[in-house]
């Protein structure tokens, strides 16, 4: 939009640049999406799939091994069966919906050439990228409250409700249960802004929304081989998928902080930094879609 008519626009009667793209009207955009519906059944069936392999396959108990971990608790109670499904969704399969929500809310109106019209509306690019941002780091929320509260309801009917079993011993009360619990999956969605972050970026600088999304998830996987790569030392502490369990330290008969707070810090720092380059790289992009 040119200085004079953006000037024309600030001047009209009864325009508030705060009140254009409003989050209710996107967050119900973005809700009616079929990736939406898609990825949420995705998430509730999770839980489900897991119950009836262990229906199957039998419980899983832990002998044979010095050690044991989530997974052999995982029949313990339902608060127990919600860990393990954090513990095995964590890693990957909670990255895809943040980097879906976050990587295809604006490079979808530029495929789609909506982009444009909605800055010629007139909306501004900043308000209308907070509106996205927003809506895209809210239904990233809410997938990561899905999984578990699905898991918890499910693994309650089907294994009772009863104290956290804990992998290193001893176990938690169900009413502390809930609250490690809350924490986990806190921690996880702070741990997921960078993938959030990247996948937002992404969305500002291409027209392909598989492009942002899978980038987004390329990126994260990249960092979790870098992760593994035990050479590097002391150099793994700077990235994100380094801490990406710590919230494990929550499931212990003592809470520890310090490596949730580590991981956190690294999270949002490089989340920040991303937001900031989108915001910047999109309030001077030529949008011709």
């Not at 419980?59 to 919600?82: C, E, H």
């Not at 699905?150 to 104290?163: C, D, I, N, R």
Request: proline share 6%; charged share 10%; with cysteine.
């Amino acid at each position: 939009m040119s200085a004079p008519v953006e000037a024309a626009v600030q001047s009209a009667p009864g325009y508030r640049a705060g009140r254009t793209l409003p989050l209710r009207v996107e967050a119900v955009r973005q809700l009616k999406r079929r990736r939406t519906l898609v990825m949420g059944a995705i998430l509730a069936a999770l839980p489900l799939v897991l119950i009836a392999a262990f229906a199957i396959g039998g419980t899983p108990d832990g002998r044979g091994n010095d050690r044991i971990t989530l997974m052999d608790t995982a029949t313990a109670s339902g608060a127990n069966f919600a860990a393990t499904c954090l513990f095995v969704s964590a890693g990957f399969l909670l990255v895809v919906p943040v980097a879906l929500f976050c990587g295809d809310t604006v490079a979808s109106e530029a495929s789609w050439s909506s982009l444009r019209y909605l800055l010629a509306a007139p909306v501004p690019r900043a308000r209308l990228l907070w509106s996205k941002l927003a809506v895209a780091l809210g239904f990233s929320a809410a997938a990561m409250l899905l999984l578990p509260l699905v898991a918890l309801a499910a693994g309650t009917v089907a294994y009772g409700w009863g104290p956290l079993r804990l992998p290193t011993g001893g176990s938690l009360a169900p009413a502390d249960s809930v609250p490690r619990l809350a924490l986990v999956v806190a921690f996880i969605f702070v741990s997921q802004l960078v993938t959030a972050g990247l996948a937002f970026w992404l969305s500002t600088r291409t027209d392909a929304p598989l492009g942002a999304v899978g980038g987004a998830v390329g990126l994260t996987i990249i960092g979790n081989v870098l992760d593994a790569v035990t050479a590097l030392g002391s150099w793994r502490d700077v990235l994100p998928a380094h801490w990406q369990f710590a919230w494990a330290d929550a499931l212990q008969p003592q809470l520890e902080w310090s490596g949730m707070l580590k991981g956190s810090a690294v999270s949002v720092t490089y989340a920040l930094i991303l937001f900031a380059l989108a915001f910047r790289g999109f309030a001077r992009k030529d949008i011709v879609s």
